[in-house]
């Protein structure tokens, strides 16, 4: 048994209050890439759009994201609506 899940009264539960309930802490290729994005851009954590202008990679994710659904555009920009 892995830390996703817990025993509760003689019970395997998923334990999906946790941030990890997919497993992805441990995940080879998570962490391949997370050390290649690392590699690249560093550790700082940046600003939105708003701040810093866009992108590349919010781009790229964006039209995956939006290709996977059947969308033709997506974006995510959390500084809309908020009056500024």
Same mark, same amino acid.
């Given at each position: 048994? %892995? %830390? ?7 019970? %395997? ?6 941030? *990890? ?5 441990? *995940? ?25 202008? %866009?992108?590349? *990679? ?18 995510? *920009? ?7």
């Amino acid at each position: 048994m %892995d %830390d996703r899940w817990l025993r509760r009264d003689g019970r %395997d539960l998923l334990d999906f209050s946790s941030n *990890d309930y997919l497993g992805l802490t441990r *995940d080879p290729e998570v962490g391949q890439a997370v050390a290649k994005a690392l590699e690249a851009h560093g550790t700082g954590a940046g600003a939105s759009r708003l701040i810093t202008g %866009d992108h590349p *990679d919010y781009s790229d994710l964006e039209a995956q994201l939006a290709a996977l659904k059947g969308m033709g555009e997506l974006v995510f *920009d959390a500084d809309r609506g908020r009056g500024f």
